[in-house]
C-alpha cells in the first residue's frame, strides 16, 4: 500500500464524503498538472429582498435586488488550489499545510492575480462575486428557506466558528451545505468579494445587477469566520477590509457570467 494511499483511507475516516471527494479531486489534478475544477454552481437568476431589518445599520434599508444567472464556487478555493494556479506564489497561509482548507492570508489584490493567472490558463473568466451575488447565493437564491445563516438557522450546523472551529479553518465541505449545494457560505473563512465597501450603499444601490460603489478604501467581505461568533454569521452581515491586507480569516470562492459557460 502506498503513503498516498494509507493517506486517503484516514481521510475517510474523517471527513464527510463530500468533504474527501473535494480533496481527492484537487489532489488527483495536482498529479496530473491539470488547472482545477472549481465545482461551479448554477445560480438561476431572479429577484430577492436584500439585507436584514434587524441587522445594525449597513444592512439597511431592505431593498429589492434583480440578477442574472451566475456560477458560483460550490467550495471556498483551497490552499492545494491555490498552489496549482500559482506555483510560484511564497505565500504563507496562517493555517499552512491543510490542502483541503481555504487559502487565507491572501490579499483582495492577491486574489485578483490568481484570477488573472487562473483565466490565463483556463482562457474563462473568473471572478469574484459582487455583494449582490454572494448574498443571494447564501441565502439559497431561488430555493431559499428564508434561513438566518446559508442553509440553516442553527450556525452550528452549516459553520466553522468559534464554538466548534477550536480557533481554526477546516477542510471545505464537512458541513451541511445549503439549499443550493453550497458549502461554507457561513463560517470557516470570510470571503472577498467584487465590491467597493459603503456603509450607506444600501440607500444608494440600483436593483438590476448591481456591482458597489464605484471607488472606496475598503472591500467586502462576507460570511464570518472560524472565530466569529454568530451575530457576524448571518447571511446578511456586512464587513469590510483593507484590500492590501492579509488576513488568516479571510479567503474566497470563484465567480463565473453563466452566460461564458453556457
Not at 494509507?6 to 471527494?21: E, H, M, P
Not at 505565500?91 to 499545510?97: A, C, L, P, S
Not at 462576507?222 to 451575530?231: K, V
Request: net charge neutral.
Amino acid at each position: 500500500m502506498t503513503r498516498i494511499t494509507r493517506t486517503f483511507l484516514i481521510i475517510t475516516r474523517r471527513f464527510s464524503f463530500f468533504g474527501f471527494a473535494a480533496i481527492l479531486a484537487i489532489s488527483l489534478q495536482v498529479a496530473h498538472g491539470q488547472v482545477p475544477d472549481f465545482g461551479m454552481v448554477l445560480v438561476e437568476g431572479g429577484t430577492f429582498r436584500m439585507g436584514s431589518a434587524i441587522g445594525v445599520s449597513d444592512e439597511q434599508p431592505v431593498h429589492e435586488v434583480s440578477l442574472d444567472d451566475f456560477y458560483i464556487g460550490r467550495f471556498e478555493v483551497t490552499q492545494q488550489q491555490w498552489r496549482m494556479v500559482l506555483p510560484d506564489d511564497t505565500t504563507v497561509f496562517y493555517f499552512e499545510g491543510c490542502a483541503g482548507c481555504p487559502a487565507e492570508r491572501i490579499s483582495w489584490f492577491k486574489v485578483e492575480e490568481f484570477i488573472r493567472n487562473l483565466n490565463q490558463k483556463t482562457k474563462l473568466n473568473y471572478r469574484l462575486p459582487t455583494e449582490a451575488e454572494w448574498e443571494f447565493a447564501a441565502r439559497g437564491g431561488l430555493k431559499s428557506q428564508g434561513f438566518k445563516y446559508s442553509g440553516s438557522n442553527s450556525e452550528m450546523a452549516v459553520s466553522w466558528n468559534v464554538e466548534n472551529s477550536k480557533s481554526a479553518t477546516h477542510p471545505v465541505g464537512l458541513k451541511k451545505p445549503n439549499e443550493l449545494g453550497i458549502y461554507d457560505m457561513t463560517g470557516n473563512v470570510a470571503e472577498w468579494c467584487g465590491d467597493w465597501y459603503s456603509a450607506n450603499w444600501y440607500k444608494l444601490s440600483g436593483r438590476d445587477n448591481p456591482m458597489g460603489p464605484v471607488a472606496g478604501e475598503y472591500r467586502v467581505i462576507r460570511g464570518g469566520s472560524w472565530f466569529y461568533d454568530h451575530t457576524g454569521l448571518r447571511a446578511a452581515d456586512r464587513e469590510s477590509a483593507n484590500p492590501s491586507y492579509r488576513y488568516g480569516y479571510v479567503g474566497f470562492r470563484l465567480c463565473r457570467t453563466a452566460t461564458v459557460l453556457k
